[in-house]
């Protein structure tokens, strides 16, 4: 297989809030009985999660003539935060969108630190794509024939593929040729940078032409060796973030009755019923999921007293994320037995794929503090109030440094990883490793209460992979690169993982210490009927369960590229035109 590494470098911004709530109505209260009740619901689709997964299936199936519900358990919160794209560590920090998620990144046998890491995630209309860093990048082409290999099935190929990228994705940056076949409802551009005002801008991007080839056109050939300038989720007009969200908004507005959106709506499972399932059962309420910093236990109990039911006449979609995915399908009795009766649930189908199989890429920070502040943030206090020159600069022009998410530029070459930058004189490179050879993460409930997260384990350096060791290289390609002229002369010291850091011993501690990931996927894979660790097959059909479909990044096989979301959007729509045609429309 191919080995690819990715780089990206950036200067990071940053936040207030405002919330808007949405209003829901049309459920059917039901005391209690809803395992009994069979009537069909109104909706032809129920949709689980309004992420890149769940908002793209849900938004296209309403466009086709479904009658769609999209349920999700945050809320429709639009800020200044979740919007200005330099805002977006504020919108990570947001505790009416947080969900902390713990993560084991090591197996507890081995001698590693068995401490959980922070994993977050968001909550809210829009799922991660409110809170992300913008980064767009396409699969690499070898990654979709990959995965049309291992399943068998020739519509997931890169050629295919390619054609749900062209209904998704509204390019600036692609060159003449190829723009005219996007026509997509994403908007994506590459960073407006006023390189001239800061000669160490320039001096960095000058050192990495000296070693790698400009490619231009980023999304359409980064499968060579090449820096790109960052390809980011941003509307150039407004300099907005652009994401499911507005998506979502504008085919509520084109279609009212066909897509029905319900926010503060927790799922707590799937009802089945003879190896059918036939709707979710809910409740109501913000911030239920302990997860999520303003939950109380107070707070869940009371909501839980009233528990909803709602049916779909076609499918349940659930589309919760690599975590919550395989919680929900486990506490509605699809999962490892064992498991399931360890926590005395009802097995309703015996699958052992559940929560099993897990990925992501491996992030490790590299930090050089320079000798002089960047000019380019000069007097930016990144929204910490309403005084900010920066934002009333933004406000004004739409073409500052907050106009962008703060990634100056990626670099791709063999293999992977990807750097980002942060706080006035200080540049940060994020070593991403992608293609990473480890599958053996875990998600698996620890109660069979809906409110408690999962137990999450990623299981990172066994014997089996070397991503430690390429994790290693990626760290030691950093350094070589930038510490080159002109750069250098600007640069005071490293800072992290040290300059003294050197040896493969050293280096390797560096990296247990400090690796962290946010693209967990693949928890809930696609497979052939043959392979009993598959979940759902290749349409996303859960297997042995009638009606029952997952659409977000739990269900890939491998780890997709170099970052998910694009992929996801792409799989997304590929999934809804599957189910449109199998329904007729
Ligand atoms: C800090 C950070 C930065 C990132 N940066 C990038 C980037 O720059 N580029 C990139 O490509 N990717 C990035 N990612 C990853 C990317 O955002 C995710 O991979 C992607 O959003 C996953 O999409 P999804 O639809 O699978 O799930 P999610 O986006 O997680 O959406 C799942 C939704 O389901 C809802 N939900 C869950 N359980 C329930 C329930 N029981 N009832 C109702 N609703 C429920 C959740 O509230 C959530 O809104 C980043 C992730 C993080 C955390």
């Not at 499911?244 to 029905?260: C, D, M, T």
């Not at 996801?568 to 007729?584: F, R, V």
Request: glycine residues 6%; contains cysteine; proline residues 4%.
């Amino acid at each position: 297989m191919h080995q690819l590494k990715f780089i990206v470098i950036s200067l990071v911004l940053v936040p207030a809030v405002h919330l808007v709530y949405a209003s829901y109505n049309g459920e059917k209260k039901q005391d209690n009985t809803y395992e009994n009740l069979t009537e069909q619901g109104s909706y032809d689709f129920i949709v689980v999660g309004s992420g890149p997964g769940g908002g793209t299936v849900a938004t296209r199936l309403a466009l086709r003539g479904f009658k769609v519900l999209l349920i999700e358990a945050g809320k429709d919160y639009d800020t200044r935060n979740t919007s200005i794209p330099g805002l977006w560590p504020n919108s990570v920090n947001d505790d009416e969108m947080r969900w902390d998620m713990k993560a084991y990144l090591f197996n507890n046998s081995a001698q590693q630190s068995t401490e959980q890491i922070l994993y977050p995630r968001a909550s809210l209309l829009g799922g991660c794509s409110m809170h992300n860093v913008m980064i767009a990048l396409s699969a690499h082409p070898l990654d979709w024939d990959k995965m049309a290999k291992l399943l068998d099935d020739e519509s997931w190929n890169f050629k295919n593929m390619q054609k749900y990228r062209h209904i998704v994705e509204n390019c600036e940056y692609c060159s003449k040729k190829n723009k005219t076949k996007f026509r997509g409802w994403l908007n994506i551009s590459v960073p407006q940078i006023p390189i001239k005002k800061d000669v160490k801008l320039i001096s960095l991007f000058d050192t990495i032409t000296e070693q790698l080839v400009y490619n231009p056109d980023v999304n359409h050939n980064n499968t060579y060796e090449s820096w790109f300038l960052g390809a980011d989720l941003i509307t150039k007009e407004t300099a907005t973030r652009s994401s499911i969200y507005q998506r979502i908004k504008e085919v509520q507005k084109l279609r009212p009755k066909n897509l029905h959106v319900w926010t503060n709506t927790f799922v707590m499972k799937i009802i089945i019923e003879n190896k059918q399932a036939r709707g979710v059962n809910y409740v109501k309420g913000s911030d239920l999921y302990s997860a999520s910093p303003k939950s109380t236990i107070d707070q869940r109990n009371r909501s839980s007293q009233r528990q909803y039911s709602i049916y779909a006449k076609y499918d349940v979609i659930i589309s919760g994320g690599a975590f919550n995915t395989p919680q929900i399908l486990q506490l509605s009795g699809i999962g490892n037995k064992k498991l399931l009766k360890k926590y005395n649930i009802k097995v309703k189908e015996n699958l052992a794929g559940v929560g099993r199989n897990m990925q992501d890429h491996h992030e490790v920070t590299y930090i050089l503090k320079m000798k002089q502040n960047w000019t380019l943030l000069k007097g930016c206090i990144f929204g910490a109030n309403n005084s900010d020159p920066c934002l009333a600069e933004y406000y004004k022009t739409r073409k500052n440094v907050y106009a962008n998410n703060g990634n100056l530029l990626l670099a791709s070459r063999s293999p992977s990883m990807n750097l980002t930058s942060a706080t006035p004189n200080y540049l940060t490179v994020n070593s991403a490793e992608t293609h990473s050879k480890n599958n053996m993460g875990t998600v698996e409930i620890k109660s069979k209460d809906p409110f408690q997260t999962p137990l999450i384990q990623f299981q990172l350096f066994n014997e089996q992979d070397d991503d430690l060791s390429r994790i290693v290289q990626n760290l030691r390609y950093i350094r070589k690169l930038l510490n080159r002229k002109p750069l250098s002369n600007y640069i005071e010291e490293e800072v992290l993982p040290g300059s003294n850091v050197t040896s493969t011993a050293d280096l390797e501690e560096h990296i247990r210490k400090n690796v962290y990931g946010h693209h967990a996927c693949c928890s809930s894979k696609m497979g052939l009927s043959s392979d009993k660790m598959a979940v759902v097959d290749s349409k996303g059909r859960v297997r042995n369960i009638k009606n029952l479909r997952i659409v977000d990044n739990s269900i890939f096989p491998i780890a997709l590229g170099w970052f998910p979301m694009l992929p996801i959007y792409m799989a997304s729509e590929k999934l809804a035109d599957d189910i449109a045609t199998h329904y007729g429309k």
